[in-house]
């Protein structure tokens, strides 16, 4: 049975997989019957944006298993959909599936923001890539009228997670709006080395 992921609080980090390049007649209905031919698929999700109801040209599909969703990649990585090759990815876990440290201060920084965009449509949107971490996200609001100053944070657990944030999200529209997405720079220089 077809399930969305609205009613599915936790999603299995290790066992969900980035499908990016889909086309505008993709849905979640034909991702799960694509990749339900070569796993068993817990939960399919393709993030919309709430104004114009389209999607983003991606999506994420959750299976059982950590080893389900590797055979998938394997299998489904550049298998063509409407024309286009899929672009799978896994997402957020360490080597071997383990993160060796927690890597602190992948923290995103995003920008041009429409008024409308609130910290659940962003926590919606950037969950799919991995672990939200801190007190985020966080819009940054007007401290007399609480009006959104048209940017916020986004912290993850791991750099990854973040990379595959600002690959798929640099540009993309929330709310009609095309959204900046980057690294948030920490005024002491740490982590500086990673953006020449």
């Not at 919309?48 to 389209?54: G, P, R």
């Not at 007007?142 to 798929?168: L, P």
């Amino acid at each position: 049975m077809f399930t969305s992921s609205q009613h599915v609080p936790e999603r299995n980090q290790d066992a969900t997989i980035y499908v990016g390049n889909i086309t505008d007649q993709c849905n979640e209905e034909l991702l799960w019957e694509l990749f339900v031919q070569v796993g068993p698929v817990v939960n399919v999700h393709i993030p919309k944006d709430k104004v114009t109801n389209q999607h983003q040209g991606f999506g994420f599909v959750e299976f059982r298993s950590e080893e389900d969703a590797e055979y998938a990649i394997k299998i489904m990585n550049m298998i063509k959909l409407h024309g286009q090759p899929l672009r799978l990815n896994k997402k957020a876990s360490g080597e071997g599936g383990f993160r060796q440290e927690f890597e602190v201060g992948a923290n995103l920084f995003i920008g041009n923001l429409d008024p409308e965009v609130d910290e659940k449509l962003l926590y919606d949107t950037f969950s799919a890539f991995g672990v939200i971490t801190g007190n985020t996200p966080k819009v940054m609001r007007d401290m007399d009228t609480q009006e959104s100053k048209g940017f916020a944070f986004v912290n993850f657990d791991c750099f990854e997670a973040a990379d595959m944030a600002i690959e798929a999200m640099e540009g993309q529209y929330l709310c009609g709006k095309p959204i900046s997405c980057q690294f948030a720079y920490k005024k002491d220089g740490t982590r500086g080395e990673r953006h020449g």
